[in-house]
């Protein structure tokens, strides 16, 4: 059933939720020094490999919990939370030569999603 939607100029919209793509997905990421200018998401390299990484979570609780787990400077870095659309994420990660692995909250690697 579509949904009608009322403007100041007292349009309406009928029929809003065949525009709208809900189909997207989202994941959590970790951001390093959130909201600067050397905001970027946290990556890691394996070292047998040399392959890099970024990791990300479906839940946030997912993501706060292997953090705790994960390699950080604190002392010269904050870090962030941030739910990202995968669209976005694909994208910085074939700028910057990085895969993208889903983990769960202890860091084992659930899938890959490039």
């Keep these: ?6 403007h100041g100029d007292n349009r309406k919209l009928d029929n809003l939720d065949k525009d709208i793509k809900i189909d997207e997905n ?28 970024i990791p990300v979570f479906k839940t946030k609780e997912n993501a706060q919990a292997c953090f705790t787990l994960m390699p ?3 002392f010269n ?15 910085v990660a074939k700028e910057n030569g990085h895969k993208i692995y ?5 860091g084992t690697i659930l899938d890959y999603l490039n």
């Design 77 to 91: 870095v904050t870090y962030g939370i941030q739910a990202v659309i995968e669209e976005d994420l694909l994208s």
């Design 26 to 53: 989202w994941y959590y990421v970790i951001i390093q020094n959130p909201e600067t200018s050397s905001e970027q998401y946290v990556g890691f390299s394996n070292e047998k490999t040399s392959e890099k990484f």
């Design 72 to 74: 950080k400077d604190i």
């Design 102 to 106: 889903l983990l769960d909250e202890k």
């Design 1 to 6: 059933m579509g949904k009608t939607v009322e």
